[in-house]
């Protein structure tokens, strides 16, 4: 899971006044743990102006076009918890979870977190998580579907 999810990348006290911002949060996370040029925040904006990002249960996934896997230095996750929600066109949003990915690695990434969302308890856990260990423990399958599929 370590080279997917970097524990410096998992923030879980975030506060953002709107999706804007809390997909700029996502993005620079993403920045700073050395997964993605700068450029790719935009492109993450330029993706939820063309369709929103939000899955349900409180949860969305911010990611960048197609034109931004340019950007990507290497596949990666951050998980931001808004504990005081953020409104996501008419939806309110607790955790996002930002993709980076260059090849079709998202598609993987999108599959293995759709099964953890489908299970409301696994998915209430990812809402509530205030320990990062809890996290990497509820994400952990993402690694392991990506590795049985490499």
């Given at each position: 899971?370590?080279?997917?999810?970097?524990?410096?990348?998992?923030?879980?006290?975030?506060?953002?006044?709107?999706?804007?911002?809390?997909?700029?949060?996502?993005?620079?996370?993403?920045?700073?743990?050395?997964?993605?040029?700068?450029?790719?925040?935009?492109?993450?904006?330029?993706?939820?102006?063309?369709?929103?990002t939000?899955?349900?249960?409180?949860?969305?996934?911010?990611?960048?076009?197609?034109?931004?896997?340019?950007?990507?230095?290497?596949?990666?996750?951050?998980?931001?918890?808004?504990?005081?929600?953020?409104?996501?066109?008419?939806?309110?949003?607790?955790v996002?979870?930002?993709?980076?990915?260059?090849?079709?690695?998202?598609?993987?990434?999108?599959?293995?977190?759709?099964?953890?969302?489908?299970?409301?308890?696994?998915?209430?856990?990812?809402?509530?998580a205030?320990?990062?260990?809890?996290?990497?423990?509820?994400?952990?399958?993402?690694?392991?579907?990506?590795?049985?599929?490499?």
């Amino acid at each position: 899971m370590s080279d997917l999810l970097d524990r410096r990348a998992i923030r879980l006290a975030e506060k953002a006044a709107d999706r804007e911002e809390a997909i700029r949060r996502c993005g620079e996370i993403l920045k700073e743990t050395g997964a993605v040029e700068p450029g790719y925040i935009d492109t993450m904006l330029a993706r939820e102006q063309s369709i929103s990002t939000y899955v349900g249960e409180g949860v969305a996934i911010p990611h960048g076009t197609l034109s931004g896997k340019e950007l990507v230095k290497r596949d990666a996750l951050a998980v931001l918890r808004f504990p005081e929600g953020v409104d996501w066109g008419g939806e309110q949003v607790t955790v996002c979870v930002a993709i980076a990915a260059a090849g079709d690695g998202h598609v993987e990434l999108l599959a293995a977190l759709a099964e953890i969302l489908l299970d409301e308890d696994q998915a209430r856990e990812l809402r509530e998580a205030t320990d990062p260990d809890k996290v990497i423990q509820l994400l952990g399958s993402i690694q392991e579907e990506k590795d049985s599929n490499s």
